[in-house]
Nanobody
C-alpha cells in the first residue's frame, strides 16, 4: 500500500513550464506503475501520461506529446511530470495514481490516488 502526494502546481502564463512531483510513502514503490491524470470542471478525468514500474515505458496522450515528460526516481519514491509549453487548455487539477501492473491505461486499474494539485495556465 502507498500514499501519494502531488506538489508543484500553480499559476503560469501560456508558454511557461511547471514541474509536478508525486511522492509516495509506503513500501515497494518500484512495484507500481504510475499515471498522471487531470480533470477540469465538467469534464471526465483523463489520463495524461503513465510510466511503467521500472521507468522504461512511458505513454502520453496526444495533446501533451512533445510537451510533457515523465520520469521517476524509485530511490526517492517520486515520479515527476515536467510540463513545458503550457496552454490554457492544460488548466486542470492534476492527480497521480499507482497501480500494481507494469502499465495501466485504464483509470479503473489504479488503486491508489493522490489528492491532486491545481495547474492554471493563463492566456
Amino acid at each position: 500500500q502507498v500514499q501519494l502526494t502531488e506538489s508543484g502546481g500553480g499559476l503560469v502564463q501560456a508558454g511557461g513550464s511547471l514541474s509536478l512531483s508525486c511522492a509516495a510513502v509506503g513500501r515497494g514503490f518500484s512495484r507500481y506503475a504510475v499515471g498522471w491524470f487531470r480533470q477540469s470542471p465538467g469534464k471526465e478525468r483523463e489520463l495524461v501520461g503513465l510510466i511503467s514500474l521500472g521507468g522504461g515505458v512511458t505513454y502520453y496522450t496526444d495533446s501533451v506529446k512533445g510537451r510533457f515528460t515523465l520520469s521517476r526516481d524509485n530511490a526517492k519514491n517520486t515520479v515527476y511530470l515536467q510540463m513545458n509549453s503550457l496552454k490554457p487548455e492544460d488548466t486542470a487539477a492534476y492527480y497521480c495514481a499507482a497501480c500494481t501492473k507494469v502499465v495501466c491505461r485504464d483509470r479503473y486499474e489504479y488503486e491508489y490516488w493522490g489528492q491532486g494539485t491545481q495547474v492554471t495556465v493563463s492566456s
